[in-house]
């Protein structure tokens, strides 16, 4: 029953997934803003929810056990950006190896990508540090979380400053198929755009509230902790956004759009939620959390040394899913 019960939130996010991507690029379009802002922005925002709301929920309204309610926050806090730096990426470029080969290239715009890793380096460098940090210096962990929510906000005037000048030279939001409820004889319009987005969220939400009660009940039945299982399984469930629609925007050839929604995703899930961490749970360098952590900085700056070598292929992203296997293999010994 338990695994009917999540499968069935799964395919509830797949779908919820399909319909955010649909509604996503009529508002881009709408916006006329630019597909790095479309991806890296509003895309990453609006399909991080998922893995926002888990860590959230289950520090303020989680079970009446408060160690399983952090050990389950600091699992999906974590985990979100080491699946998306690792597994995501991966993934996303196995879609497209049979159509562009091994040595095929990948050809998202420069500029944003290199200004998402950058952004994301930097502020997830210091979750890193504050997992040393004793709690008895509480100033400490104030000022590095105040500072990783600045770089966010910082992130995004650049990301949008940017916006102006990557339309004029063809890089603005173009969507292809037609809205879901224009479908229903319902006109594109603004209302229509924000109910199918507001409608598609309301479904993640449900999604991720039903992973938490899954694994509240899988925890002791597979025998392991919750902080293992929210690092290994909730960004599975809660990622699947990410996943699906990179997926789906680079077999279309639209990568810049699938890499901003997974590097987007990353610096969101890499400053602010970290913030949250550092400031409302133990934040500690236990063994599965310091291999999580430095795994995703090996996987980000992976990326970003290729990226900077000038020519980014399809084999490049098999190291990314190199380093999951190596952190499952850290994690479960």
């Known amino acids: 029953m338990l695994v009917l019960e999540m499968f ?7 779908i919820a997934a399909e319909v955010f991507v649909n509604a996503l690029e009529h508002l881009g379009e ?33 079970t009446q056990n408060q160690q399983l309610n952090e050990e389950i926050g600091v699992g999906a806090i974590l985990g979100a950006p080491l699946m998306l730096s690792t597994l995501s990426l991966c993934l996303m470029a196995v879609s497209v190896w049979k159509r562009r080969g ?14 998402d890793l950058n952004f ?21 962990r104030v000022m590095l979380a105040v500072t990783m ?12 400053k940017a916006s102006e000048k990557l339309v004029k030279d063809g890089h603005g939001t173009e969507a292809e198929e037609p809205m879901f ?3 229903l004889g319902l006109p594109t319009g603004w209302v229509t755009i924000l109910l ?12 991720a509230k039903g992973f938490i009660h899954g694994i509240e009940q899988a925890a002791p039945m597979l025998g392991i902790s919750a902080l293992v299982l929210s690092l290994m399984i909730v960004p599975v469930a809660t990622e699947l956004p990410e996943k699906v629609n990179s997926i789906l925007w680079i077999r279309r050839h639209k990568d810049t ?16 939620l970290p913030a949250i961490g550092v400031l409302l749970t133990p934040w500690a360098p236990v063994k599965e959390v310091l291999a999580g952590v430095v795994i995703t900085l090996l996987a980000a700056g992976w990326l970003r040394y290729m990226l900077s070598r000038g020519q980014l292929r399809v084999w490049h992203l098999a190291i990314n899913g190199a380093l999951y296997v190596t952190y499952l293999a850290i994690a479960l010994s």
């Not at 091994?102 to 200004?115: A, D, F, I, S, W």
């Open 8 to 14: 069935f939130f799964l395919i509830l996010i797949l």
């Open 30 to 62: 709408k916006l006329k803003i630019s597909e790095g802002v479309t991806g890296s922005v509003f895309a990453a925002v609006g399909t991080a929810m998922p893995e926002t709301i888990v860590p959230l929920l289950a520090i303020f309204a989680g």
């Open 102 to 115: 091994t040595q095929g290239h990948l050809n998202p715009e420069r500029t944003g990508l290199t200004r």
């Open 120 to 140: 994301f380096l930097a502020a997830f460098g210091l979750s890193c540090i504050a997992l040393f940090v004793p709690h008895e210096t509480a100033g400490v």
């Open 149 to 160: 929510v600045l770089i966010y906000f910082f992130y995004v005037m650049l990301t949008l």
């Open 181 to 183: 409820l224009a479908r």
């Open 196 to 207: 199918q987005l507001g409608t598609a969220l309301v479904m993640l939400v449900l999604g």
């Open 257 to 272: 759009l699938a890499f901003g929604n997974i590097t987007g995703a990353m610096v969101f899930q890499g400053t602010l």
